[in-house]
């Protein structure tokens, strides 16, 4: 079951915060978050797994809330270059098949 | 290490015409993933492999897709006749198992059936 994504879309001026939540309506054992640039190929950011802790490097770190089976991304401080689509992913059980929202697309102005 | 990689990077084909889309993952990586990308349904796996073998092939939309892995440094995606509605970006991706990591992906073929 694909996960849920908001908002959809994001405008903020370099140097502004942003949070891109993440939820489904199924037990989770992991969550990856993945930034997309036009015309490029989806890069691994950060892995959340169950009983885990947030990860994050830089400004740009996650949670996952197990309870409620929701994840967040929290960019602090936006530069230009995180301007992309942000994929969540999102896995049930030990097994492989992560399974993506339809992503968030932030763009970062000058 | 070079990472994923795809051929073509771009593919044009009239309707009816067989399609192989190639992915060598990389070296050490056991899993291998096949994603087909479009506006309407985002990102969709199609199938993924562990050790060469196919693993859960749910998201091949036909009988019209197959795909292979005969070794573990290289697989393919078929389609064979290929229509209109497959035209998509296929995205191939590998990780490395026993531990939970990241997918890199290829930098995808994008598909047009014309």
């Known amino acids: 079951q694909q996960p849920v994504q908001s908002p959809q879309a994001v405008i903020l001026r370099e140097g502004e915060d942003a949070v891109i939540n993440c939820s489904s309506s199924k037990a989770l054992y992991s969550v990856h978050w993945y930034r997309q640039k036009h015309g490029e190929a989806p890069v691994f950011l950060m892995i959340?797994?169950?009983?885990?802790e947030q990860k994050g490097h830089e400004k740009i770190s996650a949670s996952f809330n197990e309870k409620k089976q929701q994840s967040s991304l929290y960019l602090t401080a936006s530069q230009l270059s995180y301007s992309g689509t942000y994929f969540c992913g999102t896995l049930r059980g030990s097994n492989y098949k992560l399974t993506f929202g339809k992503g968030t697309l932030l763009t970062v102005n000058p | 290490d070079a990472g994923v990689i795809q051929s073509p990077r771009h593919e044009v084909t009239e309707m009816g015409q067989e399609v192989t889309l190639r992915c060598k993952p990389i070296s050490g990586h056991d899993y291998l993933f096949w994603y087909r990308q479009t506006m309407m349904r985002g990102l969709e796996l199609l199938i993924y492999?562990?050790?060469?073998?196919?693993?859960?092939d749910s998201g091949m939309p036909e009988d019209r897709f197959s795909a292979k892995m005969p070794n573990a440094s290289f697989s393919t995606l078929k389609i064979q006749p290929s229509e209109p509605r497959d035209s998509a970006v296929y995205f191939c991706?590998?990780?490395?198992?026993?531990?939970?990591?990241?997918?890199?992906f290829g930098s995808g073929t994008r598909l047009t059936v014309v």
């Open positions: 959340l797994l169950k009983g885990g």
């Open positions: 991706a590998s990780t490395g198992g026993g531990r939970p990591y990241g997918y890199t």
């Open positions: 492999f562990n050790n060469n073998v196919p693993i859960d």
